[in-house]
């Protein structure tokens, strides 16, 4: 009879957890969004002067993404560094990223890439 209970107090408990928002751990990325209303502009050569470890820019669909803060926590490792400074849209949508990655970079955005008009 107790391991019943106990079974049923685990799975209430398991269900629960599953059932919860999965938040990213306090104290590890600190994103700041910005409330403004007009987005800043960057052009490719500013993007790709930000291509290291410590400062890593991204563009995901002509955003900019600062990822620096989530370098060191990014599950598949350096490869978040293969376009550091330049397009990550087609790694970015790739069948390695679940669907939580896209409600994760919406912190880290910081503009959009600026459009050459020829």
């Given at each position: 009879?107790?391991?019943?209970?106990?079974?049923?107090?685990?799975?209430?408990?398991?269900?629960?957890?599953?059932?919860?928002?999965?938040?990213?751990?306090?104290?590890?990325?600190?994103?700041?969004?910005s409330n403004a209303k007009e987005s800043k502009l960057y052009t490719r050569a500013e993007i790709a002067l930000h291509n290291k470890r410590t400062d890593c820019w991204i563009i995901i669909?002509?955003?900019?993404?600062?990822?620096?803060?989530?370098?060191?926590?990014?599950?598949?490792?350096?490869?978040?560094?293969?376009?550091?400074?330049?397009?990550?849209?087609?790694?970015?949508?790739?069948?390695?990223?679940?669907?939580?990655?896209?409600?994760?970079?919406?912190?880290?955005?910081?503009?959009?890439?600026?459009?050459?008009?020829?």
């Amino acid at each position: 009879m107790m391991i019943i209970i106990a079974t049923v107090i685990l799975g209430i408990l398991y269900g629960a957890y599953l059932l919860m928002p999965q938040g990213r751990k306090p104290g590890k990325v600190v994103a700041v969004k910005s409330n403004a209303k007009e987005s800043k502009l960057y052009t490719r050569a500013e993007i790709a002067l930000h291509n290291k470890r410590t400062d890593c820019w991204i563009i995901i669909k002509n955003k900019v993404f600062d990822v620096t803060p989530y370098v060191e926590e990014h599950p598949g490792g350096d490869a978040i560094l293969v376009h550091a400074g330049d397009d990550s849209t087609e790694g970015f949508y790739g069948p390695q990223h679940g669907t939580r990655v896209f409600d994760l970079i919406d912190d880290f955005c910081i503009g959009e890439l600026q459009k050459i008009n020829l």
